[in-house]
């Protein structure tokens, strides 16, 4: 087993004893899913956390000299509403049992609204991963 997958293998004999069989077989059977969609959920997570650290920079630079470019102003805004986005979706997860199973039916949903939930490095990696958006619609 490769040492990328390793740590899968382990998370899933966690999830197993835990009494998640049912699931861990499911993540087992569907393995390169599985793990691509974890790699992928944990690069817009780092994305998303550069942004955030640009985005503050930016602020920063706004409240010590109250100068920004438009470019910049534009950038910070897109982060604060990316930061309240992942926030309306975080809070669910702690006051709503079962928001887990429906939150991926919700996104969904949304963007056939036109509505984008998920903040933007999420959006950006769809565009950039075909094989991605292939995997969904199958």
């Known amino acids: 087993m490769a040492k990328n997958e390793n740590w899968l293998h382990e998370e899933l004999n966690h999830l197993e ?3 998640w069989e049912e699931f861990a077989g499911k993540l087992r059977s569907n393995r390169t899913k599985s ?14 956390a550069k942004e955030t650290q640009v985005a503050s920079k ?5 409240v ?21 986005k992942a926030v309306g979706i ?33 959006n950006e990696n769809k565009k950039k991963n075909p094989r991605e958006s292939d995997q969904q619609n199958e």
Do not use: W
């Open 17 to 19: 004893k835990k009494g």
């Open 35 to 48: 793990v691509d969609a974890i790699q992928l959920f944990f690069e817009n997570i780092g994305q998303e």
């Open 58 to 62: 930016i602020m920063l630079k706004y």
């Open 90 to 122: 975080g809070v669910p997860f702690v006051f709503i049992p079962g928001s887990t199973l429906l939150l991926p039916f919700l996104v969904k949903l949304a963007e056939k609204k036109g509505i984008h939930l998920l903040p933007s490095a999420f």
């Open 64 to 84: 010590r000299g109250g100068k920004i470019s438009k470019e910049e102003e534009k950038e910070l805004r897109t982060q604060v509403f990316d930061i309240l």
